[in-house]
């Protein structure tokens, strides 16, 4: 066999700081030389064994839930483009939706502020009217209730007059009405004594009278202006207006 080698062929086919002996210290290099000698498949050196770190525990002191959630994403968003892409396209919508969402927003109180000038500029002029309306109110009350246009609508519908500036006082007759009701004792009493030297004068002018004629008839009086008179009524001495 050709391809068979001798350990001299491998020993001269080394570099120089190679151990006849124990050949390369290499694991590759030396399962190709088994390999070239013996003709077997290549032995794959195992890695050395290594001993199992167990990761930390999460007391949830140190990191919130967001945080750590947002860690967990990220360290699986290094390796995973697709994720980015969803990523971004999710924040450029959520930008787009929140920007058109405070166009809508600002778009809707201009109407509502629009709304509510053209409402007070309404209330404003309605304001105004009333103001004039109640102006021309006053007017006219004043000029209805004027004494001289009171006093020509009295005399036109109820024909009445305007009274007069000086008082006047009626005397009425002793016989032909009764004496008005005197509330005051006093007045009363000083009345009934002007009756009883009224009534006296009268019966003394009477005795004279038929002293002097020698006759019993009844003379008559002229009318007098007191308030005890009376007109064109003879006096006799049964009538003597001393009533109480």
Same mark, same amino acid.
């Given at each position: 066999?050709?391809?068979?080698?001798?350990? /001299?062929?491998?020993? @001269?086919?080394?570099?120089?700081?190679?151990?006849?002996?124990?050949?390369?210290?290499?694991?590759?290099?030396?399962?190709?030389?088994?390999?070239?000698?013996?003709?077997?498949?290549?032995?794959?050196? +195992?890695?050395?064994?290594?001993?199992?770190?167990?990761?930390?525990?999460? =007391?949830?002191?140190?990191?919130?839930?967001?945080?750590?959630?947002?860690?967990?994403?990220?360290? $699986?968003?290094?390796?995973?483009?697709?994720? %980015?892409?969803?990523?971004?396209? =999710?924040?450029?919508?959520?930008?787009?939706?929140?920007?058109?969402?405070?166009?809508?927003?600002?778009?809707?109180?201009?109407?509502?502020?629009?709304?509510?000038?053209?409402?007070?500029?309404?209330?404003? =002029?309605?304001?105004?009217?009333?103001?004039?309306?109640?102006?021309?109110?006053?007017?006219?009350?004043?000029?209805?209730?004027?004494?001289? +246009?009171?006093?020509?609508?009295?005399?036109?519908?109820?024909?009445?007059?305007?009274?007069?500036?000086?008082?006047?006082?009626?005397?009425? /007759?002793?016989?032909?009405?009764?004496?008005?009701?005197?509330?005051?004792?006093?007045?009363?009493?000083?009345?009934? %004594?002007?009756?009883?030297?009224?009534?006296? %004068?009268?019966?003394?002018?009477?005795?004279?009278?038929?002293?002097?004629?020698?006759?019993? $008839?009844?003379? @008559?009086?002229?009318?007098?202006?007191?308030?005890?008179?009376?007109?064109? @009524?003879?006096?006799? $001495?049964?009538?003597?207006?001393?009533?109480?």
């Amino acid at each position: 066999m050709s391809d068979v080698r001798t350990p /001299d062929d491998i020993a @001269t086919s080394n570099d120089a700081d190679h151990d006849p002996w124990w050949g390369d210290l290499d694991p590759q290099r030396v399962a190709e030389r088994v390999t070239t000698v013996t003709g077997d498949a290549p032995i794959t050196p +195992r890695a050395p064994a290594r001993r199992p770190v167990r990761a930390p525990r999460s =007391t949830g002191g140190g990191k919130s839930f967001g945080a750590r959630v947002a860690t967990e994403i990220s360290r $699986s968003a290094r390796n995973n483009h697709r994720f %980015r892409r969803i990523m971004v396209a =999710t924040v450029i919508t959520l930008i787009v939706i929140f920007g058109l969402s405070c166009s809508v927003g600002v778009i809707m109180l201009n109407n509502l502020v629009i709304r509510r000038s053209a409402e007070l500029d309404s209330l404003d =002029t309605s304001r105004k009217k009333f103001r004039t309306d109640n102006a021309k109110l006053s007017a006219d009350n004043a000029r209805l209730s004027s004494p001289p +246009r009171v006093t020509a609508l009295a005399r036109k519908r109820l024909g009445m007059i305007p009274a007069m500036k000086m008082a006047q006082f009626i005397f009425l /007759d002793q016989d032909n009405s009764p004496a008005a009701p005197v509330r005051n004792r006093r007045r009363r009493l000083l009345l009934q %004594r002007e009756r009883a030297a009224e009534a006296a %004068r009268v019966n003394a002018t009477t005795a004279r009278y038929q002293e002097a004629t020698g006759s019993t $008839s009844t003379p @008559t009086t002229p009318p007098a202006t007191g308030a005890n008179s009376s007109s064109n @009524t003879p006096l006799g $001495s049964n009538e003597t207006g001393a009533t109480p």
